[in-house]
Each structure stands twice: as structure tokens, then as C-alpha cells.
């Protein structure tokens, strides 16, 4: 971007929820792009026709409905949720795996300009010289999370940058969804591995409204904000973050857990399992046995050891 923007760093109240590691965020546009209610489309740089169709009508369909749009920026899906949101004249905010005073990727340098004077925003975490570099895009994965109420992954292969931000969505309590794929697409793989460990299924924009609505997501029981930070000097009040997720030190909260999940975190007392071991323990059909612990792989109480064995996070054999 143009070295004389006028970008500002800012502590920003958005949904109470962030972590001070954030303080400050570095913004180029209108801050009040990153209002609650706010879903994060993201996915593959290498869609498939339909996928980039879905994403963009997803984008524009919550956007009518006055659902703010957060994406990363990148090519494809990315590109495909912002451009959605321009078509309904809507607001979108750009999570940049850089600082202000660069673009990435440079050929969506005509799409942020358009994004702002619509009323959107360019979001950073890093200072305004920062470069794009392999440790950004992480970082940038983990703040596309964080912003969001609701994380959708449209389209993305195992591995991918999409994989990890929905991972820290499910560290940070988020709701997380997935457009459901056939087996045989490999650009949708991960889609599969996200709709195995509890993600909701996603098609179309109510499918989200509806997710919204819920009080609670169906891993993490909901939280109660806690007292807001003293503000600084030029700066706005940020309230601090809700505790997350137990650590892997200790055992997830029961409430936290469903009952299938409650069953399979107690079967792996005795130690590591193989999944049909769990299975026989707890009753439960070999498919939900698997999905209630590849849930709590996600979420940091149980470790997957390979060949099939799990063990709780803080098991020792």
C-alpha cells in the first residue's frame, strides 16, 4: 500500500474477545469493518469453479443480510469472499499476512483500494514495514480466527494455511464449518478431516445465520467475559480474551465436552488406545468414537499417536 496511508494502530473492541497478544492492530480503512457479527470465508488459493462460486455467493448473501466478511487476501477462495461482498456493496475487512506499507499479493492491489473506499478495512498485526514471510502467514492464520465469530472453510487440501486457521478457531472457542466435499477431491480433503472432528456442515448462507443464533458451539460451552483493560493513551479499551480452552496440562472441563466426548476423554484414563479399543469401552459406533477424538485432537486434550493409538494430552506411556 501507499507508504502515506493514512493506517493507525488501534486497541479495538472488536466482540470483546481478543487476546492483548494482538494489541495493537494496524488498520487502513474503517474499523467498524471488524464488527460483530463477523464470518471469516476461507479456503484453497487453487479452487475448483464451483467452490470459488460458493464462497462468493456465501460472501454475498451474509453481506445482504448485514453479517460482516473476513478473509485473508489471498488468491482464490479469498479473493472470492471479498469479491462477493463489493458485488452486495457490503463492508469486508482483509487480514494481511504483512504490514500496511506493503501488498500481498501484489495483483490485489486494485481490490484493496476498493475495499476501502467502500467502507472496509486492511487489518494487520504486524508494523506497517513489516514484509511477507514464511512466519507472517501463521501468524496471519491465527488473527483471521481470532477476529471472527465464525470460521467457514470452503475448499482446502490436507495440509493447508485454512487447516491451521481452523485449528485456532477451535482453540479460541470459535464456531467453526466446512462446505462438505466428495472423498476423491484432493483440494477439499482437509473438508473432510474438519467434518470428522465436529465441524458443522455448510451450503449456503443459512446454514451460518442459523449457527449464529446458537449460544454455544458444540465442543465449547460459552464463556463469560471478563473485565476490560485499562485504555491507553490514544487508544481505545479492548476488554481482554475469555480463558480459552484448557491446556494440555490438564483435562478438558466437563462442560466443555458432549456426552460422547465425556465418554471417550474417560476411556483413555487407563491409557493409550487404539480407536476401537475406545469404542468397545464406550459403546459408541466406531465412526463417533472417531470423530469425538479427532475433535479433541483439534482442541489439545488428547494426542493422536499415530496407527490409529490416542492418549490424553498429558498422558506420560
Given amino acids: 500500500m501507499d507508504a502515506h496511508a493514512p493506517y493507525e494502530a488501534l486497541s479495538l473492541p472488536v466482540a470483546g474477545r481478543l487476546d492483548p497478544r494482538w494489541d495493537p492492530l494496524w488498520i487502513l480503512g474503517d474499523p467498524s469493518a471488524l464488527a460483530s457479527p463477523l464470518v471469516a470465508i476461507i479456503g484453497t488459493r487453487m479452487p475448483d469453479p464451483a467452490a470459488r462460486t460458493l464462497a462468493l455467493t456465501l460472501a454475498r448473501d451474509l453481506s445482504v443480510r448485514g453479517i ?15 469479491a462477493g461482498v463489493l458485488d452486495a456493496k457490503g463492508r469486508t475487512a482483509v487480514v494481511l499476512p504483512c504490514g500496511l506499507e506493503h501488498t500481498y499479493p501484489r495483483r490485489h492491489a486494485a481490490l484493496y483500494r476498493e475495499i ?22 501463521p501468524r496471519r492464520n491465527e488473527l483471521v480466527a481470532a477476529l471472527a465469530d465464525l470460521v467457514v472453510v470452503v475448499q482446502a487440501p490436507d495440509p493447508s494455511g485454512a487447516l491451521l486457521a481452523a485449528s485456532a478457531a477451535r482453540a479460541a472457542g470459535r464456531r467453526l464449518m466446512t462446505v462438505p466435499a466428495s472423498p476423491f477431491d484432493r483440494r477439499a480433503r482437509g473438508n473432510l478431516r474438519l467434518l470428522r472432528a465436529g465441524a458443522r456442515p455448510c451450503m449456503h448462507a443459512d446454514d451460518v445465520v442459523a449457527y449464529l443464533a446458537e449460544t454455544d458451539g458444540p465442543l465449547f460451552a460459552a464463556r463469560e467475559p471478563v473485565a476490560a483493560r485499562p485504555s491507553r493513551a490514544t487508544r481505545a479499551t479492548r476488554p481482554r480474551e475469555p480463558e480459552r480452552a484448557p491446556s494440555r496440562t490438564r483435562g478438558p472441563d466437563p462442560a466443555t465436552l458432549d456426552a460422547a466426548g465425556t465418554l471417550v476423554y474417560e476411556a483413555l484414563a487407563v491409557g493409550p488406545r ?16 472417531q470423530q469425538s477424538l479427532l475433535t479433541m485432537v483439534l482442541a489439545g486434550f488428547i494426542e493422536d499417536r499415530g496407527g490409529g493409538i490416542f492418549a490424553r494430552a498429558d498422558a506420560q506411556g
Wanted: aromatic share 8%; charged share 10%; net charge negative.
Fill in 274 to 289: 487404539h480407536v476401537e479399543e475406545v469404542a468397545q469401552a464406550t459403546g459408541l459406533p466406531a465412526f463417533r468414537a
Fill in 68 to 82: 460482516g466478511v473476513l478473509s485473508g487476501g489471498a488468491l482464490g477462495i479469498d479473493a472470492a469472499a471479498h
Fill in 116 to 137: 476501502v473506499a467502500l467502507g472496509g478495512a486492511l487489518v494487520s498485526q504486524f508494523p506497517p514495514e513489516t514484509p511477507p514471510t514464511h512466519w507472517t502467514f
